[in-house]
T-cell receptor, first 112, second 116 residues
Framework: QKEVEQDPGPLSVPEGAIVSLNCTYSNSAFQYFMWYRQYSRKGPELLMYTYSSGNKEDGRFTAQVDKSSKYISLFIRDSQPSDSATYLCAMTPTSGTYKYIFGTGTRLKVLA | GAGVSQSPSNKVTEKGKDVELRCDPISGHTALYWYRQSLGQGLEFLIYFQGNSAPDKSGLPSDRFSAERTGGSVSTLTIQRTQQEDSAVYLC??????????????FGDGTRLSIL
């Protein structure tokens, strides 16, 4: 079993929909959680960076962490065709490390 | 400001040849990371530099892979005697500090390596 599981999709939604992207993980030591967006033939771009449990909002994006369930989510409100990309979750423990453990990514298509 | 820069963006080479991949981190970032992304796989950690030192090389898949960093800035990843299974996108990231400072990592656009 992988440390981080992410549904690969593709996930297709109409423009304006609310999108929910999720990752589950097995290592209870993970404390920092990141969401990256990756366009085709580009590098991952950091979207959200959160510590421990709770919610964080930035514009149309909301990141949620539920450590009791080992489950993280990224919500995209009012989705746009420009949001079409692969979304990667990543996580790392609090101390003594620098390696991000990534999910395999979910491919999202927002249809105009 | 300028982001992480990687070159070349694409590299096609024959099996058995050596290749060098270059990474210019964000100015002032002391930590530098190399990852590999294969089709259908997540990003796989290869090596981490803090300054010019590599405290963790545990992700390098074999002794054909090596990396160095000079002047606390540019890094080169070298693959000797390339094999077809080395075909992947090689991504470099940098962060302001490394170790347990947990500064977010910022990525370049990668080098797409194809071994014929």
């Amino acid at each position: 079993q992988k440390e981080v599981e992410q549904d690969p999709g593709p996930l297709s939604v109409p423009e304006g929909a609310i999108v929910s992207l999720n990752c589950t993980y097995s290592n209870s030591a993970f404390q920092y959680f990141m969401w990256y967006r990756q366009y085709s033939r580009k590098g991952p771009e950091l979207l959200m960076y959160t510590y421990s449990s709770g919610n964080k909002e930035d514009g149309r994006f909301t990141a949620q962490v539920d450590k009791s369930s080992k489950y993280i989510s990224l919500f995209i409100r009012d989705s746009q065709p420009s949001d079409s990309a692969t979304y990667l979750c990543a996580m790392t423990p609090t101390s003594g490390t620098y390696k991000y453990i990534f999910g395999t990514g979910t491919r999202l298509k927002v249809l105009a | 400001g300028a982001g992480v820069s990687q070159s070349p963006s694409n590299k096609v080479t024959e099996k058995g040849k050596d290749v060098e991949l270059r990474c210019d981190p964000i100015s002032g970032h002391t930590a530098l990371y190399w990852y590999r992304q294969s089709l259908g796989q997540g990003l796989e950690f290869l090596i981490y530099f803090q300054g010019n030192s590599a405290p963790d090389k545990s992700g390098l898949p074999s002794d054909r892979f090596s990396a160095e960093r000079t002047g606390g800035s540019v890094s080169t990843l070298t693959i000797q005697r390339t094999q077809q299974e080395d075909s992947a996108v090689y991504l470099c990231a940098s962060s302001l500090r490394g170790g347990n400072s947990n500064q977010p990592q910022h990525f370049g656009d990668g080098t797409r390596l194809s071994i014929l």
